[in-house]
Protein backbone atom coordinates (compact mmCIF):
# COMPACT_ATOMS: atom_id res chain seq x y z
CA UNK A 1 0.00 0.00 0.00
CA UNK A 2 1.30 3.70 -0.71
CA UNK A 3 2.55 5.76 2.10
CA UNK A 4 1.65 8.74 0.54
CA UNK A 5 -2.09 9.34 -0.79
CA UNK A 6 -2.33 7.71 -4.16
CA UNK A 7 -4.05 9.94 -5.99
CA UNK A 8 -7.62 9.61 -7.46
CA UNK A 9 -5.86 11.16 -10.75
CA UNK A 10 -4.32 7.91 -11.89
CA UNK A 11 -7.22 6.14 -11.41
CA UNK A 12 -9.08 8.73 -14.25
CA UNK A 13 -6.11 9.03 -16.52
CA UNK A 14 -8.07 5.10 -17.15
CA UNK A 15 -7.43 4.76 -20.58
CA UNK A 16 -4.90 7.39 -21.73
CA UNK A 17 -3.39 7.55 -25.01
CA UNK A 18 0.61 6.72 -24.58
CA UNK A 19 2.69 9.14 -24.28
CA UNK A 20 6.16 9.43 -26.22
CA UNK A 21 8.97 9.09 -23.87
CA UNK A 22 10.86 11.86 -23.47
CA UNK A 23 14.27 9.75 -22.54
CA UNK A 24 14.57 11.03 -18.81
CA UNK A 25 16.28 7.61 -17.33
CA UNK A 26 14.81 9.01 -14.06
CA UNK A 27 11.05 8.65 -15.68
CA UNK A 28 11.49 5.47 -17.03
CA UNK A 29 8.95 5.03 -19.81
CA UNK A 30 5.70 3.52 -17.97
CA UNK A 31 4.62 0.05 -19.86
CA UNK A 32 2.00 -0.69 -22.35
CA UNK A 33 -0.65 -2.02 -19.57
CA UNK A 34 -0.19 1.82 -18.05
CA UNK A 35 -2.31 2.69 -20.86
CA UNK A 36 -5.00 -0.04 -20.66
CA UNK A 37 -8.66 -0.12 -21.78
CA UNK A 38 -9.88 -3.20 -20.08
CA UNK A 39 -11.66 -3.15 -17.32
CA UNK A 40 -10.03 -5.20 -14.15
CA UNK A 41 -6.57 -5.25 -15.87
CA UNK A 42 -3.65 -3.64 -13.61
CA UNK A 43 -2.06 -0.36 -15.63
CA UNK A 44 1.34 -1.37 -13.97
CA UNK A 45 2.10 -5.37 -13.54
CA UNK A 46 -0.92 -6.31 -16.75
CA UNK A 47 -2.15 -8.58 -14.97
CA UNK A 48 -5.67 -8.76 -13.98
CA UNK A 49 -6.96 -8.08 -10.84
CA UNK A 50 -9.16 -10.54 -8.89
CA UNK A 51 -11.30 -11.33 -6.27
CA UNK A 52 -10.70 -13.57 -3.37
CA UNK A 53 -13.61 -15.47 -4.81
CA UNK A 54 -11.14 -15.54 -8.20
CA UNK A 55 -13.80 -13.23 -10.53
CA UNK A 56 -11.98 -10.11 -11.60
CA UNK A 57 -12.52 -6.93 -9.98
CA UNK A 58 -13.38 -3.97 -13.05
CA UNK A 59 -13.76 -1.58 -10.22
CA UNK A 60 -9.96 -1.60 -9.96
CA UNK A 61 -7.30 -0.97 -12.18
CA UNK A 62 -4.22 -1.40 -9.63
CA UNK A 63 -2.90 -3.67 -7.40
CA UNK A 64 -1.73 -2.36 -4.31
CA UNK A 65 1.82 -3.48 -4.28
CA UNK A 66 2.02 -2.00 -8.22
CA UNK A 67 0.66 1.13 -7.28
CA UNK A 68 3.57 1.02 -4.83
CA UNK A 69 6.11 0.48 -7.01
CA UNK A 70 4.62 3.27 -9.76
CA UNK A 71 4.60 5.60 -6.97
CA UNK A 72 8.33 4.57 -5.85
CA UNK A 73 9.62 5.30 -9.50
CA UNK A 74 7.39 8.77 -10.30
CA UNK A 75 7.11 10.44 -6.94
CA UNK A 76 9.75 11.07 -4.67
CA UNK A 77 7.92 11.71 -1.27
CA UNK A 78 6.80 8.62 -1.89
CA UNK A 79 10.35 7.02 -2.44
CA UNK A 80 11.49 8.44 0.75
CA UNK A 81 8.35 7.43 2.53
CA UNK A 82 9.10 3.68 1.72
CA UNK A 83 13.12 4.01 2.53
CA UNK A 84 12.30 6.06 5.90
CA UNK A 85 10.14 3.39 7.06
CA UNK A 86 12.19 0.07 5.86
CA UNK A 87 16.22 1.70 7.21
CA UNK A 88 14.30 4.12 10.27
CA UNK A 89 16.75 6.74 9.19
CA UNK A 90 19.91 4.57 9.31
CA UNK A 91 22.51 4.98 7.26
CA UNK A 92 23.52 2.19 5.21
CA UNK A 93 27.11 2.60 4.89
CA UNK A 94 28.31 3.85 8.70
CA UNK A 95 25.05 2.74 10.51
CA UNK A 96 24.54 5.75 11.93
CA UNK A 97 21.34 7.36 12.75
CA UNK A 98 21.06 10.24 10.30
CA UNK A 99 18.80 13.32 10.67
CA UNK A 100 19.78 14.79 7.45
CA UNK A 101 19.93 11.73 4.83
CA UNK A 102 19.64 11.35 0.97
CA UNK A 103 17.77 8.06 -0.69
CA UNK A 104 20.48 6.52 -2.80
CA UNK A 105 20.45 4.20 -5.41
CA UNK A 106 22.57 1.05 -4.69
CA UNK A 107 22.97 0.33 -8.52
CA UNK A 108 23.45 3.94 -9.89
CA UNK A 109 20.67 5.13 -11.79
CA UNK A 110 22.77 6.76 -14.39
CA UNK A 111 23.58 3.16 -15.42
CA UNK A 112 20.89 3.30 -17.41
CA UNK A 113 21.36 6.35 -19.21
CA UNK A 114 21.19 6.26 -22.75
CA UNK A 115 19.71 2.13 -22.50
CA UNK A 116 16.93 1.88 -24.76
CA UNK A 117 13.68 1.43 -23.83
CA UNK A 118 12.93 -2.04 -24.57
CA UNK A 119 17.05 -2.79 -22.58
CA UNK A 120 15.89 -0.86 -19.28
CA UNK A 121 16.66 -2.92 -15.57
CA UNK A 122 13.67 -1.97 -13.98
CA UNK A 123 15.38 -3.65 -10.71
CA UNK A 124 17.17 -0.23 -10.76
CA UNK A 125 14.36 1.69 -9.99
CA UNK A 126 12.63 -0.66 -6.99
CA UNK A 127 13.36 -0.03 -3.51
CA UNK A 128 16.07 -3.14 -3.13
CA UNK A 129 17.92 -1.05 -5.04
CA UNK A 130 17.42 2.20 -2.60
CA UNK A 131 19.42 2.57 0.99
CA UNK A 132 19.88 5.12 3.17
CA UNK A 133 22.95 7.17 3.52
CA UNK A 134 23.71 10.32 5.42
CA UNK A 135 25.28 13.81 3.66
CA UNK A 136 28.60 12.80 3.81
CA UNK A 137 28.59 9.03 3.15
CA UNK A 138 26.24 10.08 0.36
CA UNK A 139 29.15 12.91 -0.90
CA UNK A 140 31.91 10.19 -0.65
CA UNK A 141 29.83 7.67 -2.96
CA UNK A 142 28.20 10.64 -5.37
CA UNK A 143 32.27 11.49 -5.72
CA UNK A 144 33.19 7.69 -6.44
CA UNK A 145 30.47 7.49 -9.33
CA UNK A 146 32.07 10.52 -11.26
CA UNK A 147 34.24 8.45 -11.93
CA UNK A 148 32.43 5.33 -12.70
CA UNK A 149 30.36 7.68 -15.08
CA UNK A 150 33.57 8.55 -16.75
CA UNK A 151 34.63 4.52 -17.05
CA UNK A 152 30.99 3.82 -18.23
CA UNK A 153 31.47 6.14 -21.16
CA UNK A 154 34.69 5.15 -22.27
CA UNK A 155 33.70 1.87 -22.07
CA UNK A 156 31.15 2.75 -24.64
CA UNK A 157 33.84 4.35 -26.87
CA UNK A 158 35.52 1.29 -27.62
CA UNK A 159 32.75 -0.90 -28.03
CA UNK A 160 31.83 1.27 -30.31
CA UNK A 161 35.53 0.80 -32.63
CA UNK A 162 35.12 -2.59 -32.04
CA UNK A 163 32.17 -2.86 -33.69
CA UNK A 164 33.46 -0.77 -36.31
CA UNK A 165 36.27 -2.91 -37.11
CA UNK A 166 33.80 -5.81 -37.43
CA UNK A 167 31.89 -4.26 -40.16
ZN1 LIG B 1 -0.24 -5.24 -10.80
ZN1 LIG C 1 26.81 7.42 6.78
Redesign the pocket.
Known amino acids: MPLSRFSKRHERTFGKEKEEWNGDFRKPPKPD ?1 YYTKIKGQ ?6 M ?1 VNEDGTINERRS ?2 E ?3 T ?1 YMIIYHSREQRAQVRKRDKGVCNHCGKFAMKWDVDHIKPLVEQRDVKEEDLDWDYYKLDNLQTLCKPCHRLKTNSEVILKKNVKKKRKISYRSLKKFK
Not at 42 to 47: D, E, I, K, M, P
Open positions: SCRWCGNIWHECAE
